[in-house]
Each structure stands twice: as C-alpha cells, then as structure tokens.
C-alpha cells in the first residue's frame, strides 16, 4: 500500500513568490495535517483538516492557507514568501478516531522547500 | 500540552540496548507519552505510546515512571538503522485535532 505521498520533492522560489504544496494521504485516511521543519529543530504544526474542514491551526501568518479535497487529499498555499519560510514542509495523514489515544500519524517524507 | 525535556544526543554500541530518557514533570492525568522518530530525509514515524502502564510493541519499549514525571522508550537491540532523532511527546487525547507539539528531540547514533 502506498504511503503518504507528497510533491514535488524540492522546490526552489523566490521572495514574494507564492507556492502551492501538495499531499495524498493514505487510502483510508480522512485527515490530513501540515507540518513545517526548519533545519535543526522538530516539526511544527500548521494545519490539520478533517473532512474537508479545518479542524486546527498553528501558529502561522494569513499567508499560509491550505484545503482539502473530496479525495481527502489536500493543497498546503504560502503567499508572499519570506527567506525564513525555507524548510521542510511535512504532510501526515490519519484515520481520525474521535477521542482515541492510540491514533497514529503517518508522515510523508515532505517537500523541501528553498526561498531564496 | 505538557513540555518535554531530552539530551540532545546520545551514542548507543550495534547490538545493546539504547535507553532514551524524556522528562515531563509537568505533565497532567489525561496526558499521554508518544514517541516518534525521523530518520534523515524522512518524515517522522511513529513508534509507540503510553499513559501509566509500561508498553511494549514491535519496535520497543516504553517504561513511564509512577508518578509519570518522566518515561524512557527503549530499543533492546539497536541496529545502525535506528540511527535517527528521537521525539517524545505529551499530548492530551481529547477533540479532534491532530496537534503534535514536537521538540527537538535526541540525536541517537548507533555505532558499529
């Protein structure tokens, strides 16, 4: 079975530039979640959505925006971009139990990110 | 959700067990521990979690203190694969939201 699959791998913009990421989630999975990881530390939270709605945001500007789709899959936008938005953007996917501790997320392998 | 603390880097011989250690002192009643890990250029993976009791899976073991200040996940026969950073999470399992609070983890090195 496919896992979460995300694209492009690496990409490469410029300040000001706008840029659209996109992840499949698992087949099955209903939620995705967006995380962004700058070099050196942990994975940050950005988005998580749940049948097409958002269901929890980070602590991240207006510029970033993101949706999901009928196919659960989703779209993570940053606009107007900044040098220090550079890093690996991670998408994770998950079945979405109400009130389960045990859930577990499923990572892709992100798309590098490089604003320069 | 509660904070974590771990040693940024820890070195660990093929072959014996790794003892990762995490505190969170602060950490309240529905809380639970959850430990991921990243391998270099993957996303993070999931290894296991717990509330009280000790845990045990496939890939580990978590041991979590009585008072639940402080856990350690445990690899009984580190492979040069399980070189990776290590994150241990607490986070309550309420709502629906997926929030992962992620710190910066133990740099693991399993050397030959």
């Known amino acids: 079975d496919a896992g979460v699959t995300q694209s492009p791998t690496h990409l490469i913009k410029t300040r000001g530039q706008h840029v659209t990421l996109r992840c499949s989630p698992i087949?099955?999975?209903?939620?995705v979640s967006w995380y962004q990881q700058v070099l050196g530390q942990g994975p940050q939270f950005i988005f998580q959505?749940?049948?097409?709605?958002?269901?929890g945001r980070g602590n991240f500007p207006d510029r970033f925006s993101a949706r999901q789709f009928p196919n659960y899959s989703s779209e993570l936008n940053v606009n107007a971009l900044l040098l220090g938005d550079s890093a690996l953007y991670l998408c994770?996917?998950?079945?979405?139990?109400?009130?389960?501790?045990?859930?577990?997320?499923?990572f892709g392998s992100g798309t590098q990110l490089s604003v320069l | 959700d509660a904070k974590t603390t771990q040693p940024t880097s820890m070195d660990c011989a093929e072959g014996r067990a790794a003892n990762l250690p995490c505190n969170h002192s602060?950490?309240?009643?529905?809380?639970?521990v959850y430990w991921y890990r990243q391998i270099h250029s993957q996303g993070p993976q999931y290894i296991i979690h717990?509330?009280?009791n000790n845990e045990t899976n496939e890939m580990a073991s978590l041991i979590i203190t009585e008072d639940r200040k402080s856990s350690t996940l445990i690899l009984p026969h580190a492979t040069l694969r399980d070189t990776a950073v290590y994150y241990c999470?607490?986070?309550?399992?309420?709502?629906?939201?997926?929030?992962?609070?992620f710190g910066s983890g133990t740099q693991l090195t399993v050397l030959p």
């Open positions: 959505y749940y049948e097409k709605e958002e269901r």
């Open positions: 999470i607490v986070r309550a399992s309420h709502g629906s939201a997926r929030q992962l609070t």
């Open positions: 087949s099955g999975h209903k939620s």
């Open positions: 994770a996917s998950s079945l979405e139990v109400v009130r389960g501790p045990g859930e577990k997320l499923f």
């Open positions: 602060t950490i309240s009643g529905n809380e639970y």
């Open positions: 717990g509330l009280k």
